[in-house]
């Protein structure tokens, strides 16, 4: 009799744990899923306080923010820059909860359609120079670096970290003409590009972008370049999220890439938090321009 009762006791111990484990997993992927939808609806503000935890937020100037565009390339950043001009509570210093933010230009791509509108990096605000794909229509401006977002986009100095750092060292210097990079390109350049010239074939990166919700323009008509931005100030947001990336090929056997963004800590509805441990964890910065001395 003894016997049948401790089977009776193992056997509901067992089945109260098979019911906690599965509403564990229940729990758990309730919660991907509407982190997912919190992405999805989200259009193409794919950097935002859903899906970044931010660890630190401090205000810098344009020393700080050269040595970091310089190492986003080896080290695996992603650098945006926004404007945060009327969101900035002068009195406390920060940013007013529920204002936003503006992405800046900082160029034009020219990548082909086709992984243009893959990127995460393209500017909801600046409508010009925009190319139409499938029905919809996609802005070419780029508002951040990322190597694997310029990848996707098979942006042309992506062939070593000289070619990348020449790149870099041409946007904060705002170099044009014979000190600009140049590179090979047999196609037409997309019609309306403000900030690429071609000649002999050669693709030439021109920064000098002063319309409206471009870097330049923030940092005012007497700047012009980032590096002489020396009374510029920014708030660094630095944080972290992650990256899924699945291959993917179309019906004519081309191959795309396909990535998607996460938060890196997963928030269930009483409150606890677990680690998200799928896809790559990567490294955001966020320059949010403030306005100069």
Known sequence: MENAVDALKMAASVLVFVVALSVAIFAFTKAKQAATAVLSESDLEYYNTDNIKVTENRIVGIETIIPTLYSYYKEGYTVLFYDGRNAFDSSTQELRNGDTITPLTLYYSEA???????????????????????????????????????????????????????????FINNFSGDL?????????????????????????????????????????TSVPSLSMATDARFIERIGTYNETSEEYRDDENNLYVNSSIDSSVITFSNGETIQNEEGVQKRVIQYIFIGNK
Do not use: C
């Not at 000649?199 to 870097?215: G, P, Q, T, V």
């Open 112 to 170: 082909l359609p086709s992984k243009l509108v893959l990127s995460k990096l393209l500017s909801t605000i600046d409508k010009r120079n925009e190319v139409t794909y499938n029905g919809a229509n996609y802005s070419r401006a780029i508002y951040g670096f990322d190597i694997d977002d310029e990848d996707t986009r098979q942006e042309p100095w992506l062939s070593d970290e000289f070619h990348a750092k020449e790149f870099m060292k041409s």
């Open 180 to 220: 600009a990079p140049k590179y090979d390109m047999s196609r037409a350049s997309f019609s309306g590009s403000p900030t690429n010239r071609k000649s002999n074939n050669k693709l030439e990166m021109n920064f000098n972008i002063r319309e409206s919700n471009s870097l330049l323009d923030a940092l005012g």
